[in-house]
């Protein structure tokens, strides 16, 4: 009996660690869904699953969609930010920081705020081939103005900012 109780209680611990499940229903979708939102949410369990090329493969469907309600559009341009991050430090994907860079300019072009930081990171990073300081300094400091006047600022990413900044003045 104890041993089928220990059994009980590993099976248990092993089916909390399982993955989630990354069917259209489990996200909260239906077939009635548009393609955005199918492929985002997708995409997005399989990433917190750490199943990073499935996570690509259904993100890179998105850009040559076209969005049917705002929710699309908006999902499209986090789709931009989450590729830029994915081919920058090669997760899923072949390691391409130009195209990831180019991601990431986009984003920013229809006004997604992290991508600012991303490009913060990829210039004022001295260890990232990316490393240039003239465009660390101008999208640190837009970074910096973005994440201190958002009320839900992650102080954490701001902070990360605020020392890439002194780490290029000096």
């Not at 089916?15 to 989630?20: N, P, V």
């Not at 077939?31 to 939102?37: G, Q």
């Not at 469907?61 to 341009?77: A, F, Q």
């Amino acid at each position: 009996m104890k041993n089928l109780i220990s059994i009980i209680a590993l099976f248990a611990a092993v089916e909390s660690f399982a993955e989630e499940d990354c069917s259209i229903n489990t996200v909260g979708l239906d077939d009635k869904s548009s393609h955005i939102k199918k492929y985002f949410y997708t995409g997005t369990c399989h990433y917190r699953n750490k199943d990073y090329d499935l996570s690509v493969k259904n993100w890179e469907k998105i850009p040559s969609l076209k969005p049917s309600s705002n929710e699309d559009e908006e999902l499209k341009i986090d789709v931009l930010n989450n590729l830029g991050y994915m081919k920058f430090f090669g997760y899923g994907t072949s390691r391409d920081q130009k195209i990831a860079m180019s991601y990431w300019q986009e984003a920013i072009l229809l006004g997604h705020y992290e991508a600012e930081y991303h490009l913060c990171h990829a210039y004022a990073d001295r260890d990232q081939s990316t490393f240039n300081i003239a465009k660390a300094r101008k999208h640190c400091e837009k970074a910096k103005l973005i994440y201190k006047s958002k009320e839900d600022s992650d102080p954490k990413i701001l902070s990360d900012i605020e020392l890439y900044i002194e780490k290029i003045s000096d």
